[in-house]
């Protein structure tokens, strides 16, 4: 099956017979492997700029479109044509004021594409590998691309596959085990440090609210801790990174009465000299459990003087670095399982457009062509009615025709794509049923043969068969 699916395009013309588009796969854009932050950073989307872009894309064909924006990525994830694919990088190049920087991006399509937007959600190409965040950051984009009636029948079944395989690769896999990020393992190490699995008991202070600050808030916030305190130089920065996560503000100056009574410290600021200096903390007793000074600054910013002295345990950026590279490891092992995952829903995504999709046109000309001949035959027996009984004619053959077609068209769908030639039994099906005005102009002056049984013919009634009677 495998195999077979691999050969086939998922673009495949048959299913856009007449409609002429071209519709395929796409996954493009740009990311922390292909172009630096000041290229990210200019074509970022907050979501009014997200939902901004999605009004300025036309929708006359239909095209299905995501748009995920994170720190580290913005990209599109795309059903549609080549046009399509220009009219995104023109609505970026407005949004940015500038031009879309075709050297610094990537462009993927069909199954490598699709692979492409499994492998982004699985965590598989984040910078930290197994990244716990990007699953709800590609939640939020498929949210918001629905509330702007982006997505259609094929983009809700890719993103629900994609869903499902990050959840298995979560729970048959190791890759999102561990802290791979320099805060997670500062939190890692934390929770050895006090043999507990959360700091529900603890005080935790944080010292700095620039970047790494507010990124350390956030993880630490995670945990539940009794009580989380920031403090900073400039107090306005703290004040803003305490918003966005429930903790209390500190005076830069009362930093060594709060360090007291924490259980753990945790300083990222950028000071060239220490900012906790072993002089002016305090004696601490033998007995009480060694308090946990965690340093991310470099030059270090907590006096390593304390590292000596009772009661206090300094852990360095060396130290983190040490504990993350070898959660990355641990999760470099589990890229070959999480990959076949992915493969295996790749498969199963793939299996289904060239059966839901493929049937499309047959049953859109089946249908065609009974309302053609519906249509017909009212035309030539209206005389027979009175003009008032039209209406109830026109319903009452419509409901009978809707009806002969249910139970075949519904068999149609379920059998088997594996169970039968199906791409050419489509094909036979669209041959059979197919209205002149929608052949090719040169096959219209020759009348077709008349069909007959073939393998093929057989093949596809035989599974049709099969399947019915599994059924009963």
């Not at 200019?42 to 095209?63: G, W």
């Not at 940015?96 to 199954?111: H, I, K, R, S, V």
């Not at 791409?423 to 043969?449: M, N, W, Y």
């Amino acid at each position: 099956m495998a195999e077979t699916m691999s050969a086939r395009h998922l673009s495949f013309d048959s299913a856009h017979f007449c409609d002429g588009f071209g519709m395929t796969f796409y996954a493009l854009g740009l990311n922390y492997e292909t172009a630096p932050v000041a290229v990210r950073e200019a074509f970022a989307l907050d979501e009014q700029r997200l939902r901004a872009l999605y009004q300025m894309l036309d929708t006359t064909h239909q095209p299905e479109r995501i748009v995920l924006s994170t720190c580290n990525r913005t990209e599109v994830y795309l059903y549609g044509t080549e046009g399509d694919v220009a009219a995104i990088k023109t609505a970026f190049q407005h949004l940015a004021g500038q031009p879309w920087p075709e050297a610094q991006t990537f462009q993927l399509e069909d199954e490598t594409a699709v692979q492409h937007l499994l492998y982004v959600t699985c965590g598989l190409r984040s910078m930290v590998l197994g990244d716990a965040q990007i699953l709800g950051q590609v939640k939020d984009a498929y949210r918001v691309a629905v509330e702007e009636d982006q997505v259609g029948s094929l983009m809700h079944r890719l993103m629900h596959t994609a869903f499902r395989a990050s959840k298995r690769v979560i729970h048959e896999t190791a890759l999102t085990d561990g802290a791979a990020s320099v805060a997670g393992a500062a939190v890692a190490v934390a929770l050895r440090h006090r043999g507990t699995t959360d700091l529900g008991d603890a005080q935790v202070l944080l010292l700095g609210a620039g970047t790494m600050g507010r990124v350390a808030a956030s993880v630490f916030a995670g945990q539940s801790p009794q009580r989380l305190l920031i403090a900073n130089r400039s107090q306005a920065a703290a004040v803003a990174v305490a918003q966005g996560v429930g903790a209390t503000v500190v005076e830069w100056e009362e930093r060594y009465e709060a360090a007291r009574h924490a259980d753990v410290v945790m300083v990222t600021t950028g000071a060239k000299e220490p900012v906790l200096v072993a002089a002016q903390m305090p004696v601490r007793s033998l007995q009480s459990t060694p308090q946990l000074l965690i340093d991310l600054a470099v030059p270090r910013n907590i006096d390593p003087v304390l590292d000596t002295k009772p009661g206090y345990d300094v852990i360095d950026l060396d130290v983190l670095n040490r504990e993350r590279e070898a959660v990355q490891a641990q999760r470099a092992a589990e890229v070959p399982a999480a990959k076949v995952i992915c493969a295996e829903a790749l498969q199963e995504f793939v299996a289904w457009v060239f059966h839901q999709q493929g049937l499309q046109p047959a049953i859109e000309a089946i249908r065609d062509t009974f309302e053609a001949i519906r249509l017909q035959e009212i035309e030539r027996h209206h005389h027979r009615f009175e003009d008032a009984d039209r209406e109830e004619l026109d319903r009452l053959t419509r409901s009978i025709m809707q009806k002969l077609l249910a139970i075949p068209i519904v068999r149609l769908k379920n059998v088997n794509p594996e169970s039968v030639d199906f791409v050419h039994g489509i094909k036979l099906l669209q041959t059979l049923f197919t209205r002149a005005d929608c052949e090719d102009p040169s096959a219209q002056a020759v009348a077709p043969p008349t069909p007959r049984t073939s393998d093929i013919d057989a093949r596809l009634y035989e599974a049709l068969r099969v399947d019915s009677k599994h059924r009963s």
